[in-house]
């Protein structure tokens, strides 16, 4: 897996980017209460804006880690959107999205570095 300074992680699944955020943001932000995806088909860009969450603590906006396209989205969480406290790293992701430049991946830390990153 790899993981942005903005508490996302990413993991590759047959040649697409699974895309949630880690449980440490998960944490911070608090019980969640309502999470706003992108359609499915939407091209992207790195740091575009592509999911809103909103939790008692407060809104925040999930940015596209890298360039591409969303190819589906987690639609559990329409109705569910808890699943992103209960498993952050599993059936709580996001979207999936086709990386136009696979390269990107590369930019991200590692696990250690990550865990060094929230130390």
């Known amino acids: 897996m790899k993981y942005t300074e903005e508490h996302e992680w990413l993991r590759e699944e047959d040649g697409l980017i699974v895309v949630g955020i880690t449980e440490h943001a998960a ?3 608090g019980d969640i209460v309502f999470v706003e995806l992108p359609e499915a088909g939407t ?3 790195k740091d575009d804006e592509v999911v809103v969450i909103e939790s008692v603590k407060a809104a925040s906006d999930i940015l596209a880690p890298i360039d591409g396209e969303i190819i589906e989205v987690n639609e559990v969480l329409a109705d569910s959107p808890s699943k992103v406290n209960e498993d952050a790293i599993g ?3 996001f979207f999936k999205i086709k990386p136009s430049d696979p390269s990107q991946m590369d930019d991200l830390m590692n696990e250690a570095a990550y865990l060094k990153f929230i130390g």
Do not use: I, R
Request: charged share 35%; no cysteine; net charge negative.
């Open 27 to 29: 944490e911070q932000l």
């Open 43 to 45: 091209e992207v860009a």
């Open 91 to 93: 059936d709580g992701w």
